[in-house]
């Protein structure tokens, strides 16, 4: 009897749980979760470095200002075949467009007029300021004379017959773009006109500038 109480009896095996990180249909979501994970931060940065390109190239990026004659009409006009001169008042408006997303300030400029590619007169243009994607239009006044042209040296007389004067107006602009008040670059704008005088009505005719 005591042998039979004192008998050991092995327990029965009890049932193995897998633990729940073990599952292989919970590993397939953690790993699919991660993916999207590693695929949100991913666009993140990516969106992130177009983003500053973008910036950079379109708002850092300066470029230089646009001159361009709006307008040039005659005032007054004295000329004679024989011989060959002319003396003419002009007044005209000149462009500073302003492409950047800074202010542009310029310093004051001459604005040239050449015929047969010889001067005849110059005039000098106030300065002024551009605002951002701005156009500032300056006003002016300027005299050209024939006896500032060298003898021999072009077509006067042939041309005073023909009745038009081809001339030339030219310009240099330069001043500084200023971006939040931290970066200053200075830029330069050029402009080259041509256009046609009509001795008989006394116009402006063929203003074309690039």
């Known amino acids: 009897m005591a042998d039979q109480e004192s008998q050991i009896w092995p327990l029965a095996p009890g049932k ?4 729940s990180d073990e ?6 979501i953690r790993r ?26 379109l ?8 001159i361009r004659l ?11 075949s ?14 500073v467009k302003n492409p950047n997303f800074g ?22 243009v106030a300065k002024g300021l551009a605002k951002v994607k701005k156009t500032e239009r300056l006003s002016f006044g300027v005299d050209l004379r024939s006896n500032k042209l060298p003898e021999g040296a072009n077509t006067l007389e042939s041309d005073m017959n023909s009745g038009m004067l081809k001339l030339t107006g030219t310009g240099k602009v330069s001043g500084k773009v200023t971006l939040w008040k931290i970066i200053n670059k200075r830029k330069t704008g050029k ?15 063929g203003l074309v500038c690039r």
């Open 16 to 19: 193995l749980h897998h633990r």
């Open 23 to 28: 599952n292989p249909t919970f590993k397939a």
């Open 32 to 57: 699919e979760r991660s993916n999207k994970c590693f695929v949100y931060v991913f666009s993140g940065i990516v969106f992130f470095c177009v983003t500053v390109l973008v910036f950079a190239l």
């Open 59 to 66: 708002v850092l990026r300066v470029k230089s200002p646009e």
């Open 70 to 80: 709006r307008s040039v009409t005659v005032k007054s006009l004295k000329y004679t």
């Open 82 to 95: 024989s011989p060959p001169s002319f003396n003419v008042s002009l007044s005209g408006q000149m462009s």
């Open 103 to 124: 202010d542009y300030e310029f310093v004051p400029t001459t604005v040239s007029f050449l015929y047969s590619r010889g001067a005849v007169g110059s005039t000098k």
């Open 191 to 205: 402009m080259d006109c041509t256009m046609t005088l009509v001795l008989k009505s006394k116009t402006i005719k």
